[in-house]
């Protein structure tokens, strides 16, 4: 940098580079149709006089220098040299889309000297109707590439727009849009154009092929820190995963971008606490735990590491993902997508601390420990400021007022002096009046299936279940983040998160048909009864829910106790008022049950093969 500015200024470059613009483009022009007199050979020769391509890669060359150097300059903090940054900076465009013009004009006699030779074969061939008939087709496919280019332009004309606005970034379509603009532009599906988007902490480059086809995003980390080191992760999975919501999701690539935009807003904003630094030490630490954790758990069993214990750890290009919770038969069926969350950096209402040393020890893992501590709590080194962590929950969850308490105290365990309920981003129901803000409520309000006075008929594989819940209304509430202060504090969590999941899951099961009224009706005693067997409900989220039946085939009232533990494990106990069902026959029915339970995580599910195989045993 300092050599640079020492012997040869920005503006000298810029005057240089431009001056051989005006030569190079007097040479070439614009050739916009073929001219067999004029058409010079020698320009693309490369031993010829007048090199071309020589002198265009020069003035690529001393351009690509500038764009580094601009890089560079945005890296100052005053108000002077951020002007004298910006004049450059425009004055570095305009140069650019001037080789842009070259670059095009380039081609455009590459294409030019083709078709010339084309021409001189074609005028000894007899063939020429058959070439009138490619040339339409290749006129229409050109038509059609330009057409998806364009489309695609102004998608992303429209996103740079809301981002420049929103998060002062920079964009360069230049590329693209002279392409579709000039009539006489030729494409070739093999050409690529690049789109590019960047700000001081990233640079993110979209390559289009001439087809309209997405061939890959790339995403580049700039650190801005004083010391120049090189900070945050970038992995082949960030591309990759930008490339695929490009080409299938654009509003999920959007999405994703706007997330970067803000980290990178946030790192400049408060760029005098380091949080680049402090961003890229909490992703190595969980990559680290990530590996030990799949070392222990064994890629057969990433299942019981997801259901069990802190989750399954993916790395992000705006934080870590972990997805913390995925039924079995969510999975069978590919109905629902694995409960998950993100960590990421958001302003807070509070100055909170953040490590700037690893905090995860790999010497410390335990391998059999489910509920260790995976994170050293003492932190010798960190930043304190308005910046904090957050556990960002993929969908929004329901959670009655016991687990919003827990979750509170545990992360004030952390921070005495962060109290205050409103840290975490919580709505109540909109009908928050009396019984009507409980959480039961709430939830079956969710499902659509317009039920009336608590009560439904549930469609079970060709039978019916009717359900009432009788039971005590509890305050509950709709959170979406969780802001914690240490990365001990998600184990806790996820953990009590996976027990209102499941208690949550097992409620609505009740009040959501199975729609599968198809199902196999068997000629037997437990489809034979005229009215549908009623289960009366009471619950106490999220800790257990009682069910009391009139069994349909012993006309005998039996009950149901469902208790759902910390981390979603389900114990069941069955209570029947057969005299002469033994103690062991109670318990086996009672473990049965619980099977069921755990796996279908459906009440009216497990009550239909329970009370299936109650008739079938009386039938023999």
């Known amino acids: 940098m300092t050599d640079l500015t020492r012997d040869i200024t920005i503006h000298q470059t810029l005057d240089s580079v431009s001056s051989q613009f005006n030569h190079l ?3 070439v022009g614009v050739l916009g149709s073929i001219d067999n007199q004029n058409f010079q050979s020698q320009l693309f020769h ?35 040299d951020f002007v004298k940054f910006q004049s450059t900076l425009k004055q570095s465009y305009t140069t650019q889309q001037k080789v842009n013009l ?78 579709i603009k000039n009539e006489s532009e030729i494409l070739s599906p093999e050409s690529v154009f690049n789109c590019n988007i960047s700000s001081s902490t990233f640079s993110l480059d979209i390559y289009i092929y001439g087809t309209g086809e997405i061939k890959e995003v790339k995403l580049v980390h700039i650190s801005i820190s004083s010391s120049g080191e090189d900070q945050g992760l970038d992995h082949p999975e960030f591309n990759e995963f930008l490339t695929q919501a490009l080409k299938k ?42 590996e030990k954790l799949k070392e222990k758990y064994g890629d057969d069993n990433l299942d019981k590491l997801q259901n069990e214990s802190i989750g399954l750890i993916k790395l992000d290009c705006c934080g870590v993902i972990i997805e913390f919770f995925h039924p079995l038969i969510d999975k069978l069926s590919k109905k629902r997508q694995p409960f998950s969350a993100s960590i990421e950096m958001e302003i807070g209402v509070e100055n909170s601390n953040i490590s700037l040393n690893r905090l995860f020890n ?13 994170f050293s709590n003492e932190i010798t080194n960190f930043i304190s400021s308005p910046v904090r962590l957050v556990f960002n929950l993929s969908a929004p969850l329901i959670i009655s007022k016991e687990i919003l308490m827990i979750i509170l105290n545990n992360i004030n ?21 009396s019984d009507k803000f409980s959480i039961q409520n709430h939830l079956i309000s969710t499902l659509n299936n317009n039920s009336k006075d608590q009560s439904f008929d549930n469609n079970v594989l060709g039978t019916k279940q009717r359900y009432f819940y009788s039971g005590e209304q509890h305050t509950g509430y709709e959170i979406s983040r969780i802001p914690f202060n240490h990365p001990n504090q998600i184990l806790p969590i996820i953990q009590l998160l996976r027990q209102q999941i499941v208690w949550n899951l097992l409620f609505t099961s009740c009040f959501q048909s199975l729609d599968n009224s198809s199902g196999n009706s068997n000629n037997n005693s437990f489809n034979n009864f005229e009215s549908p067997p009623i289960f009366e409900i009471s619950s106490n989220p999220p800790y257990s829910i009682s069910i009391i039946f009139l069994h ?31 103690p062991t026959e109670i318990q086996n029915k009672s473990n049965y049950l619980c099977s069921l339970l755990t796996k279908s995580l459906s009440i009216p599910l497990s009550f239909y093969f329970l009370l299936k195989e109650d008739a079938d045993q009386m039938t023999q």
């Not at 391998?367 to 260790?372: A, E, G, S």
Request: charged content about 25%; overall charge negative.
């Open 249 to 290: 999701d654009i509003k999920l690539f959007l999405q994703k971008v706007k997330n970067i935009c803000n980290l990178d807003l946030l790192f400049r904003k408060f760029k005098q606490f380091d949080l680049q630094k402090a961003f890229s030490i909490f992703q190595y630490d969980f990559l680290a735990l990530s």
């Open 362 to 374: 790999g010497a410390t893992f335990e391998d059999t420990n489910i509920n260790q501590n995976y």
């Open 25 to 27: 483009f007097n040479d």
């Open 552 to 582: 349909p085939n012993e006309q005998t009232f039996h009950s149901i106790d469902i208790e759902i533990t910390n981390n979603g494990l389900i114990n069941a106990t069955y209570y029947g008022t057969n005299d002469d069902d033994t």
């Open 413 to 433: 365990s952390f921070n005495s002096n962060s109290n205050n309920i409103s840290n975490l981003q919580i709505s109540t129901s909109k009908k928050s009046i």
């Open 102 to 179: 070259i670059k095009k004009s380039l081609l455009d006699c590459s294409l030019v000297g083709k078709l010339h030779l084309d021409q001189l074969v074609n005028n000894n061939s007899n063939n020429s109707s058959s070439n009138n008939n490619n040339d339409q087709d290749n006129i229409i496919k050109i038509s059609e590439r330009k057409r998806k280019l364009s489309l695609l332009l102004s998608t992303f004309q429209e996103m740079t727009h809301e981002l420049e606005k929103k998060y002062g970034t920079f964009s360069d379509l230049e590329e693209l849009n002279s392409c």
């Open 46 to 80: 490369p031993l010829g006089t007048h090199n071309i391509d020589e002198r265009y890669l020069s003035i690529d060359s001393n351009l690509r220098l500038i764009k580094l150097t601009c890089m560079q300059y945005r890296q100052w903090d005053s108000e002077k």
